[in-house]
């Protein structure tokens, strides 16, 4: 193991039994085997055609936003990505590495009142996690601004376009195969610059007064298409018709699950679709309350509800 050590040292830092807790928006998990953070392009496509050359398991963590970590250590190789390219290309388009926080690529759009993206204003982690689960919010989503994306797929650097990459709610192709996002390209447009502060003003306002402010994955659950819903359409709030999406958060306060507690974790009493870490929780502790949300909703409405948050085993 001292071999691979020295290896894993040729493509960036090094740790040994990292704490995920330390590393995820959750605050949940036990620890990486080996945590190699790199923040170079060139250096991860190395890293990682050289685990898949010598047969070496690895995980693949950016932000840790999203993700749900296990009450178990994660043998083999946690790649953290903190690549850092992130320039205008043209007047209109930026060029980002995916380990850049989805933030700081916000902030360079409406430096140069560019809208688009400003409807992510407050949404935690990196470009290369946005992209593979197809952020969203306010209606829109990574998939309506990407141009093209970079992937790493075993042992090949591709170039996708924006309609190669799968996209659906909450999801691309990325989430289902062992594709790395690597760099992303946005096009975007030109607008008034006081009137897209003002909307990203308005959406930042929205999140900090409902969302908590406990450890959390952020939604737990993907919202439901109005299409799917199996009751009479005609009963939903006009709000949810107008849309076509009916909030979890929503079904969950219909059904009285707000503050629902097991163990260290509990639906939060601010949104119902936040499953929060309040007292040191464990993945079991989360995943009895999800089963819970799950069983309630599907015995009350008939509906099955799909986890948002990436559930690692």
């Known amino acids: 193991m001292e071999a691979l050590h020295k290896e894993l040292e040729n493509f960036g830092e090094v740790k040994i039994n990292a704490p995920f807790k330390k590393m995820t928006t959750f605050a949940i998990g036990q620890a990486a085997q080996y945590l190699v953070t790199v923040t170079d392009t060139d250096k991860l496509i190395g890293l990682l055609n050289y685990l898949k050359d010598n047969g070496v398991d690895f995980f693949i963590l950016g932000g840790g936003s999203n993700l749900l970590m296990p009450d178990h ?3 083999g190789v946690t790649v953290r990505i903190h690549t850092k390219k992130l320039e205008m290309d043209g007047d209109t388009s930026i060029v980002c590495d995916a380990g850049v926080g989805f933030g700081t690529l916000i ?3 409406l430096a140069h009142s560019l809208e688009g993206l400003e409807w992510g204003v407050g949404v935690p982690g990196t470009v290369g996690g946005a992209v593979r689960g197809n952020a969203g919010a306010m209606g829109k989503n990574i998939a309506t601004c990407l ?3 970079l992937i790493w797929r075993d042992g090949e650097v591709l170039e996708l376009k924006n309609e190669e990459c799968g996209f ?5 192709l990325f989430k289902f195969n062992d ?3 690597l760099r992303a390209w946005f096009k975007l447009k030109p607008g008034d610059k006081k009137e897209i502060m003002l909307r990203a003003t308005t959406y930042m306002k929205q999140r900090s007064g409902r969302y908590p402010h406990t450890p959390s994955a952020g939604s737990f659950f993907k919202n ?3 299409a799917k819903w199996p009751g009479k359409t005609e009963e939903l709030p006009e709000l949810f018709r107008e849309r076509g999406m009916i909030p979890v958060g929503w079904v969950m306060e219909q059904l009285d699950l707000k503050g629902l507690t ?4 509990k639906v939060s009493d601010e949104h119902g679709n936040f499953v929060i870490n309040f007292n040191d929780a464990t993945q079991e502790d989360v995943l009895k309350i999800v089963e819970i949300m799950k069983e309630r909703a599907y015995n009350k409405f008939g509906l099955v509800i799909e986890p948002e948050v990436e559930i690692v085993k």
């Open 73 to 75: 250590d994660i043998e």
């Open 107 to 109: 902030n360079l759009s």
């Open 147 to 149: 141009e093209k994306a």
């Open 168 to 172: 659906g709610y909450r999801e691309s």
């Open 179 to 181: 594709d790395v996002v």
């Open 224 to 226: 439901i298409q109005i």
């Open 262 to 265: 097991i163990g260290g974790a």
